[in-house]
Each structure stands twice: as C-alpha cells, then as structure tokens.
C-alpha cells in the first residue's frame, strides 16, 4: 500500500546510505536519507580484509540507522554491500555484524546488479534513452538499460593508490582502464551523474551547505563548469578544501580524483554537458521491492 515508510541501506567502499522514503501516488518521495563515512575501500587497499576497528564503526553506523528505522516505524526491505565486500577476504565476519547491528542480514550484489538498480531509479525519474554513471569509492557502473557493466575504480581506490591530486601517471592509469571497455551503445546519449562525487560536485557548484536534493536534481553541468570546479578546488589546501559545501567526512581527500575519473568517462562517452541525479541503488531496490509485490498480487 503506499504512504508508507520503507527503506534500504547500501554499505558502500566510501559510505553508507540509509534511505527512508514512501510511494506517494505511485511517485518514490525521500523522507529522510542518512550518509554515515565508513571507509571499507580503504581496508581492502591496505589488508584485503576488513579490520576489527572499521567493523566495530560500521556496527556503530548500523545501530544508529536501526534506530532512525524504528524511530519512523519504517519497513526496512534491503540491505546490500558492493565493491568493498565483494573483495574482502573476511565477508561472513562483516555479514554477521552488520546483521547484528540492523536485525536485518545485507547481501552483497554484483557490480552488474547495482549497475542495473541504478538506471532503473533513474528512468523511473527522467525516463529512456540515458546512460548512467555511478561513480563510488571502489567501483564505478555504467548503464544504459541494455547494457550494464562495472569498472573497478573509484574515487577512494584512486585516492589510495596516487593521493589527493592525480599526477602525470593519471593519463597511462586511464589508458590501461579503458583498454578492456567498450562504450559501444553508449556515446553521445543524456549522461546522467550519480553518487557522491557528483553530489558533492552539485553542493560546491550551487554554493549549498545542505544537501537539497530538490535543487540537485537534474542540475545540467558543462565540462567547461567540471574543469571550473575540479581547478578551484585542486588550488585550495586540505584544511580549505574540507570547508566547502559536501566535501566534508573524509570527502575532501578523494573528490579531486573522482572529478578527473568523471571528466574522462565523460570523453569516452563523447558528451559536452550532463546531468546530476540523486537517484541510485538505494532507490532501485525499492522500485525491484515494488515490482515483486506487483507480481505477487
């Protein structure tokens, strides 16, 4: 029945994302949406495994997000985990935690899967003929409705691996990325941006200390506008660069990489401008959820 509360949480490379929301006339409306930093990418790069500390702030992470859900009264309907967990050497051990923490057991999906989720809560909102970027802290996926893939490379893996600001070993990394994909299918189609790069992007464009999805929401973005805001950041120290609208919680540190990461998918796909949409994976599960109690009635 619509109206009411129903969620998702996605535990991602970078962050976790509690979404509380609720079918309003058959339209997905956001209530409430919570980022929580968790930083698992970043125990992959340097262990393979997740460490006792981080799954002791995820589990902290976990417990606050159950008890927003139950504050609300919300049905939560998924928990998933991507890039992160599907190369952690120790899932079972973060699987039993977080369930611990949510009462509720995570499953980890595909970089296909979460991919696919994406665009279909993106066409739920803007409709056919796009192609979807959704660029995370370990992963980015890529899609077009008929063809989905994932990339393994995010804002906080290239972070880990050439600092804040990518160097001349950028253009040869880029280069040796490619080489394995194809964008047939894709080029010259509407382009829209999700994640948290291009939240944060939006936030610092628009100059907004709150996140207002409402004024994101499909804001068009030149490469001129992303090449403005990648130089005005870069020029900034850290102690600064932390200060801008989005770029808090450890964002400071991985945003310039993900803007130069973007601007090359851009190239690829052979577009001039594109589209930011707050949309994602954590409301594609819940559009999936609507579509299996569709089938069941």
Same mark, same amino acid.
């Given at each position: *029945?619509?109206?009411?509360? %129903?969620?998702?949480?996605?535990?991602?490379?970078?962050?976790?994302?509690?979404?509380?929301?609720?079918?309003?006339?058959?339209?997905?409306?956001?209530?409430?949406?919570?980022?929580?930093?968790?930083?698992?990418?970043?125990?992959?790069?340097?262990?393979?495994?997740?460490?006792?500390?981080? %799954?002791?702030?995820?589990?902290? %992470?976990?417990?606050?997000?159950? *008890?927003?859900?139950?504050?609300?009264? !919300?049905?939560?309907?998924?928990?998933? +985990?991507?890039?992160? +967990?599907?190369?952690?050497?120790? $899932?079972?051990?973060?699987?039993?935690?977080?369930?611990?923490?949510?009462?509720?057991?995570?499953?980890?999906? =595909?970089?296909?899967?979460?991919?696919?989720?994406?665009?279909?809560?993106?066409?739920?909102?803007?409709?056919?003929?796009?192609?979807?970027?959704?660029? #995370?802290?370990? &992963?980015?996926?890529?899609?077009?409705?008929?063809?989905?893939?994932?990339?393994?490379? #995010? /804002?906080?893996?290239?972070?880990?691996?050439? #600092?804040?600001? $990518?160097?001349?070993?950028?253009?040869?990394?880029?280069?040796?990325?490619?080489?394995?994909? =194809?964008?047939?299918? +894709?080029?010259?189609?509407?382009?829209?941006?999700?994640?948290?790069?291009?939240?944060?992007? !939006?936030?610092?464009?628009?100059?907004?200390?709150?996140?207002?999805?409402?004024?994101?929401?499909?804001?068009?973005?030149?490469?001129?506008?992303?090449?403005?805001?990648?130089?005005?950041?870069?020029?900034?120290?850290?102690?600064?660069? !932390? *200060?801008? $609208? #989005?770029?808090?919680?450890?964002?400071?540190?991985?945003?310039?990489?993900?803007?130069?990461?973007?601007?090359?998918?851009?190239?690829?796909?052979?577009?001039?401008?594109?589209?930011? &949409?707050?949309?994602?994976?954590?409301?594609?599960?819940?559009?999936?959820?609507?579509? /299996?109690? /569709?089938?069941?009635?």
């Amino acid at each position: *029945m619509d109206n009411k509360l %129903i969620a998702t949480v996605d535990i991602g490379s970078h962050s976790c994302i509690l979404l509380i929301a609720a079918f309003e006339e058959g339209v997905l409306v956001p209530k409430l949406q919570k980022v929580e930093v968790c930083r698992l990418g970043e125990d992959i790069y340097e262990h393979g495994a997740i460490t006792e500390k981080r %799954i002791q702030e995820l589990e902290a %992470i976990m417990t606050k997000f159950r *008890m927003d859900l139950h504050a609300l009264g !919300a049905n939560l309907k998924a928990a998933v +985990m991507t890039e992160a +967990m599907r190369n952690a050497e120790n $899932p079972d051990e973060v699987i039993a935690a977080v369930e611990k923490a949510l009462w509720v057991k995570p499953r980890i999906i =595909s970089g296909e899967e979460e991919g696919k989720l994406t665009y279909r809560s993106v066409k739920e909102w803007h409709g056919e003929g796009l192609v979807t970027i959704d660029i #995370g802290g370990g &992963s980015t996926e890529l899609s077009n409705g008929d063809n989905t893939f994932s990339i393994p490379v #995010g /804002a906080l893996k290239m972070f880990k691996a050439m #600092g804040p600001i $990518p160097g001349p070993e950028y253009k040869k990394f880029v280069k040796e990325t490619f080489k394995e994909v =194809s964008f047939k299918g +894709m080029t010259k189609k509407p382009v829209y941006l999700i994640g948290g790069t291009g939240t944060a992007l !939006a936030m610092v464009y628009l100059n907004k200390q709150q996140f207002d999805y409402k004024a994101i929401e499909g804001l068009e973005l030149s490469i001129s506008d992303l090449d403005a805001v990648t130089t005005r950041i870069s020029n900034l120290s850290k102690e600064l660069r !932390a *200060m801008l $609208p #989005g770029l808090e919680n450890g964002r400071h540190e991985v945003i310039i990489c993900g803007l130069f990461w973007l601007k090359s998918l851009l190239e690829k796909l052979r577009v001039e401008t594109f589209k930011i &949409s707050t949309a994602g994976l954590r409301f594609g599960l819940l559009y999936e959820d609507k579509k /299996a109690d /569709a089938g069941k009635s």
